[in-house]
């Protein structure tokens, strides 16, 4: 018989023992490995068979054994050193705290919400490179002592498990997750006071007069609570269980029910949290993409129904304490829902009463905030934008792609204008660098440092010989791992052990090894390896300079176009002409990335250019002294510098995709066969002193930038920091500055039509002006019903196209002079500052004290042509 549910019993520990209980359910063991080898020595076969996962660990292991380390002094002694040193990395004062010294407050800190959260392999919440970042974001965060509360979802299956069939073709598993056996907690209504507490439910009115329900598990990462909500109670009915059956499944009915518990429910489980421990709320909500984006109209409601604002007040005090971050680099890829199934979820029924959703809340002010071109669309990227005051993309490339994508929303501003930034991704080095090169650095840097990933750039003081000693141990651990999980695979596939043999001789530990691991939609072209199949082989087979390239991926469930792609791979891979120089492996995740990053020479990733956002998988590598071979997309585009790996050539502007792709592959191909592997191949005494050197400057130059801790540093300071002064501003006495802005804000929207630039003149200028020649700009300006104090009057000078358009802009600030009958005069005096065709226009836009930016209300006035 099969069982209907499963629960995980956890042995009881013996007193002398109780540190184990808390080592194994704060997730810093998953980056601490110290923590690991503890726990390896209870039984290191078992630990190996429950995959490196504590809370398994004390469910199976043998009391008898439990009671007989309670007596072994040295393991008591490791116990007791590794129990003081996560008190003492969970009190010490970190970054943050020496900050706050400086002056960067965040008062209450940050609520940092996501739909996925990779943390560790043994808490499946994650299906790909966004909730990787999430994940490094919290351990970063905790690492810096930034006061942040992580909020997403349970889900029971998790993202799928990936195995093949006999042909090639991806096949999926769910395997349900028992939230007993995993590093969790229940959030109670007594808090940490006491275990057996109520548990802490969330409500969420759903229309119909149902009611969703879900209730709070926690996860340590080491200072970071993570808020996970879970639906599969018995208080809900069938459906309402099923909310958090899996990432990314079900249709769009099932998908904004996740988002509406992700977001609202979100923001209630925080309140909850910080109510039952005693903490000040969350000064700052940052949504890691629009999924989470309704905790702004929840916030909203909060301040409506409770802080007697109105709805224009309530929005200003949000948007000042709100982040929004897009990883998104196409339209396609915005999360939209129909414009009725909001109005189903927000308006009618579940809007008429104190019980409902959102009370106080109209339908349409909600649709207004996700409100695009098309009515019947509602957008999560143009909510997002909507509600938060300071918005970036993940990298410098796509903040600019972000701020040319969302350029309608700022209609009458150029692009570069956009109030959207960038902060580049990073990587949790603890998690991500090899336990070799950990080592290295503790003993060059010290252990302090190390933890905080600072001076990573001081292994470049380790020899060559040293440095390409630990690249050969690494490339070795990546070939067994390898030869396991394609003898694993096969078997899986219906092969028998006696005709495997050869997958004892997959791969070479001293054969250049590539490796391509990522999620598999169109744009990140996995088999452009593939487009010349005969060049492909060559390079396998070569004789003298042979390369070796494992690949991994899995493919939405719903994307056969992504699970073809696979086949392709999958059945190139299977000649046994080939099979021992390329592999796809199937089931990529975090423990089987580790492999990859610590051991592979190159880092292979050729997306079409501009539609990676950034981009991580490369970051970890080169953080483990791997070379990138990379079109110059996402982070890559920034940080190549011609010796830190290679960029493979784009054809931009060829619109035959093929074409495009026979182009981009064939620069491919020619880089390995003229670049990489001769300089991998090139030895003096046995050491490839060129390769080793391009190692030596990836670990110096990348090492210091790919970094999860200089990324929320990043966060902390340009986004955080601001956001809490702004939202401290805006709510001081009873938010009379959330007042006074939506009431600027209402009045400048009503009178911004009777706005207009009436006459613009220049004055001053020689008949063959030089650069540095004085121009005298004047402008008469009509206000109607606003004052000189509620605009501010722009110059604007740049080049001049043949359409007019202007570029390499300068904006100078025109300064008032008059008023009469006719309008306002505005003055600048200015040193011209290009040469070549040069143009001139004057805009108004708003002004006040509180806005971030000009052109944060999307208003501007110019002269009409």
């Not at 799928?160 to 109670?188: C, I, K, N, V």
């Not at 570069?416 to 080592?439: Q, Y």
């Not at 019903?785 to 390499?808: F, M, N, R, Y």
Request: glycine share 10%.
């Amino acid at each position: 018989m099969k069982a209907l549910r499963r629960f995980t019993v956890r042995a009881h520990l013996p007193e002398r023992l109780a540190a184990l209980g808390p080592l194994s359910t704060n997730l810093r063991w998953s980056w601490h490995p110290a923590t690991q080898e503890l726990f390896g020595l209870l039984d290191e076969e078992l630990w190996r068979q429950v995959q490196f996962d504590p809370v398994r660990m004390l469910g199976e292991v043998d009391p008898a054994r439990l009671d007989e380390l309670a007596e072994d002094v040295a393991f008591l002694a490791r116990l007791d050193a590794a129990a003081a040193d996560l008190d003492d990395y969970l009190s010490r004062p970190r970054w943050y705290q020496n900050q706050q010294a400086k002056g960067v407050s965040l008062d209450g800190g940050i609520a940092y919400f996501s739909m996925e959260f990779g943390v560790s392999e043994v808490l499946p919440n994650y299906s790909g490179g966004l909730g990787i970042l999430a994940g490094d974001h919290l351990k970063a965060a905790s690492d810096l002592g930034l006061p942040l509360i992580g909020v997403g979802l349970l889900y029971r299956s998790g993202y799928f498990r990936q195995s093949l069939t006999a042909d090639g073709w991806q096949a999926e598993h769910y395997p349900p997750h028992d939230p007993q056996g995993l590093p969790l907690r229940l959030l109670t209504e007594s808090g940490p006071q006491s275990s057996d507490g109520a548990p802490v439910l969330v409500h969420v009115a759903i229309p119909g007069g149902r009611v969703l329900r879900a209730r709070v598990w926690i996860a340590q990462v080491g200072r970071v609570p993570l808020l996970l909500l879970d639906s599969d109670i018995a208080e809900n009915d069938a459906e309402m269980r099923g909310v958090t059956d899996r990432l990314y499944g079900g249709d769009q009915d099932h998908r904004i029910k996740q988002e509406i518990l992700a977001g609202i429910g979100g923001v209630r489980a925080v309140r909850a949290y910080t109510h039952a421990y005693g903490l000040p709320d969350p000064a700052v909500f940052h949504m890691n993409e629009g999924h989470a984006g309704f905790l702004g109209i929840e916030r909203i409601r909060e301040l409506v129904t409770t802080g007697g604002l109105d709805f224009d007040e309530a929005l200003a005090t949000v948007r000042a304490g709100t982040v929004f971050t897009t990883h998104t680099p196409v339209p396609a890829g915005i999360d939209r829902f129909p414009a009725d199934l909001v109005r189903h979820y927000f308006g009618g029924d579940n809007a008429a009463n104190e019980s409902s959703l959102l009370p106080g809340l109209t339908i349409d002010r909600i649709l207004g905030l996700g409100r695009e071109s098309d009515p019947s669309v509602f957008n999560m990227a143009h909510m997002g934008l909507r509600l938060g005051q300071r918005a970036n993309g993940v990298s410098k490339l796509h903040g600019i792609v972000s701020r040319e994508m969302f350029q309608p929303l700022w209609q009458g501003f150029d692009a570069e204008e956009v109030p959207i930034g960038s902060v580049t991704n990073g990587v949790h080095a603890p998690t991500w660098a090899a336990p070799e090169w950990i080592d290295l650095a503790t003993r060059i840097l010290g252990p302090e440092l190390v933890e905080e990933a600072r001076g990573w750039e001081r292994l470049q003081d380790l020899s060559a010989e040293e440095l390409w000693s630990t690249r050969n141990v690494l490339r070795g651990k990546l070939v067994e791992e390898v030869r396991r999980r394609v003898r694993a695979s096969w078997i899986e596939r219906g092969a028998t052990s006696a005709e495997l043999g050869w997958t004892d001789e997959v791969f070479d530990p001293n054969v250049l090894t590539v490796g391509f691991a990522r999620r598999v939609p169109t744009y990140k072209r996995l088999t452009l390896m593939l487009r010349d199949p005969q060049r492909l082989r060559a390079l396998l087979l070569d004789e003298r300079r042979p390369v070796q390239l494992v690949v991994a991926g899995k493919s939405h469930p719903a994307d056969d176009g992504g699970k073809a792609l696979i086949q392709q791979v999958v059945r190139f891979a299977d000649a046994a002409d080939v099979r021992h120089r390329i592999t796809f492996l199937p089931d990529y995740d975090m423990s089987m990335a580790r492999y990859l990053y610590w051991g592979c020479d190159v880092w292979l990733n050729n997306p079409l250019r501009p539609l990676e956002a950034c981009g991580t998988s490369g970051m970890k590598s080169a953080l483990n002294g791997g070379l990138n071979l990379s079109i110059r997309d996402g982070w890559w585009d920034e940080m190549f510098d011609g010796e830190n790996g290679w960029a493979i050539p784009t054809a931009d502007g060829v619109v035959d995709e093929a074409r495009r792709d026979d182009l981009e592959a064939s620069a491919l191909y020619e880089l390995l066969e003229r670049a990489v592997l001769p300089r991998f191949y090139d030895r003096a005494d046995g050491l490839p002193v060129r390769w080793v050197e391009m190692v030596r400057h990836t670990l110096q130059n990348l090492g210091p930038k790919v970094l999860a801790s200089r990324m929320v540093r990043d966060y902390a300071v340009q986004y955080y920091a601001p956001a809490a002064e702004s939202a401290r501003t805006v709510a001081a006495e009873n938010f009379a500055g959330a007042r006074e802005l939506a009431a600027f804000r209402r009045r400048v929207e009503a009178a911004w039509p009777s706005v207009a630039v009436l006459q613009v003149d220049g004055a001053g200028l020689p008949d063959t002006p030089e650069i540095g020649a004085n121009l005298v700009l004047r402008a008469r300006i009509r206000l109607g019903e606003l004052s000189v104090s509620d605009v501010t009057v722009q110059a604007v000078i740049g080049k001049a196209g043949p359409d007019e358009e202007l570029t390499d802009i300068v904006t100078v600030p025109m300064t008032h002079s008059a008023s009469d009958e006719s309008g306002e005069l505005f003055v600048a005096d200015l040193a011209l500052p290009l040469s070549g065709s040069v143009g001139y226009t004057v805009r108004v836009l708003p002004h006040h004290r509180l806005l971030v930016d000009p052109s944060e209300l999307g208003l501007v006035t110019v002269p009409n042509p």
